[in-house]
């Protein structure tokens, strides 16, 4: 079975930093661009970041640029998105979905998702 999985969220305070790791099972995610979204408790889910599947183009949405670094480690075949000082309107849940079609802004470019890791930034 196909499947992408998450992990490193948890309860962060605002300035602090957090890095998620995205993990693909059945599959390497060697040569798939990596996207990255978020979906806010009510709100709808946004595009944060996607990494080729060389690792060489890397493209952020605004809101996110200069804080949000995404990289791959092809040895471990881990995607990463290291998140830096975080805000508490960074609060979502945050997935990973893969393309292997190349990197893109919208969620219909990608074919599969994983389940989503929790972010909270509070004090």
């Known amino acids: 079975q196909l499947q992408l999985v998450e992990s490193g969220g948890g309860l962060v305070q605002p300035g602090g930093s957090l890095r998620l790791s995205c993990a693909a099972s059945?599959?390497?995610?060697?040569?798939?661009?990596v996207g990255w979204f978020r979906q806010a408790p009510g709100k709808e889910r946004e595009w944060i970041s996607c990494?080729?599947?060389?690792?060489?183009?890397?493209i952020y949405a605004d809101y996110v640029k200069g804080r949000f670094t995404s990289s791959r480690d092809f040895r471990k075949k881990m995607v990463y998105l290291q998140m830096s000082s975080l805000k508490p309107e960074d609060t979502a849940t945050y997935y990973c979905?893969?393309?292997?079609?190349?990197?893109?802004?919208?969620?219909?470019?990608?074919?599969?998702w994983g389940q989503g890791t929790e972010v909270t930034v509070s004090s």
């Open positions: 059945g599959f390497t995610l060697d040569y798939h661009a």
């Open positions: 979905a893969s393309d292997k079609d190349g990197c893109s802004d919208f969620e219909e470019g990608y074919e599969l």
């Open positions: 990494i080729s599947g060389s690792g060489e183009t890397k």
